[in-house]
Every structure is written in C-alpha cells, then in structure tokens.
C-alpha cells in the first residue's frame, strides 16, 4: 500500500517561509505526477500546483503564482513545495497529492498524504 508522509508544516509569521516535503513510503513503479493540495476550515481541498514525471510543472491556484515554487526527485519519488512571501490567508492544511504506477501495466492511481497544518499569523 503506498503511503504518502509530508514534512515541515508548522507556524509563521506572515511573510516569512516553509519548505514541505512529501516521499512515497514504498517502491514505486512509476511516478506521473505529483504536487499538493491545500484545504481551508470547512472547505474542500483544492489543488496547488503540481509537477509531472518530465518535469512540467502546473501551478494551478494562482494565488500563490511567484511565491510557492514546486519541485521533485523522480529518482526518490519525493515532492517539496517551497513558499515564500507567506499570507494568514494561505493558512490550511497542505496535502501531498501523488499519481502512481505501482507495477508495470498497472493503473494509474491518485494517492494523497494526510497533510500538515500550515499557520501563518498576521
């Protein structure tokens, strides 16, 4: 069963900065794409950014165009998210998201993290 663990939520000022991190707990296959989420108090999740197997990356919630960088390892099938520039209204847990081929002509499957709190204080 894969597991996604993530690392390095935590509290901050409002402009400072976190670094997230999030590997895969088992040998995969494959890895198609990978990037996080962000759920707000009584919202659904939402998709971040995201960054595929070729390096692509998406940054699909434009509120954090320019201050969160995503990057990853294929080779250690991990994921970070570095976020700069931090507001009290990106507040949320942050969700590691990834798309995984668990063996050879398996499927695609969308897995996610349990997430970690992120609070940035005015």
């Known amino acids: 069963q894969v597991q996604l663990v993530e690392s390095g939520g935590g509290l901050v000022q409002a402009g400072g900065s976190l670094r997230l991190s999030c590997a895969a707990s088992?040998?995969?296959?494959?890895?198609?794409?990978m990037g996080w989420y962000r759920q707000f108090p009584g919202k659904q999740r939402g998709l971040v950014a995201t960054?595929?197997?070729?390096?692509?990356?998406?940054y699909v919630d434009s509120v954090v165009k320019g201050r969160f960088t995503v990057s990853g390892d294929n080779a250690k099938n991990t994921v970070d998210l570095q976020m700069i520039s931090l507001r009290p209204e990106d507040t949320a847990v942050y969700l590691c998201?990834?798309?995984?081929?668990?063996?050879?002509?398996?499927?695609?499957?969308?897995?996610w993290g349990p997430g970690t709190q992120v609070t940035v204080s005015s």
């Open positions: 998201y990834a798309v995984i081929q668990s063996r050879a002509y398996g499927p695609l499957v969308a897995y």
């Open positions: 960054i595929s197997e070729t390096g692509t990356t998406n």
């Open positions: 088992v040998s995969i296959f494959r890895v198609n794409m």
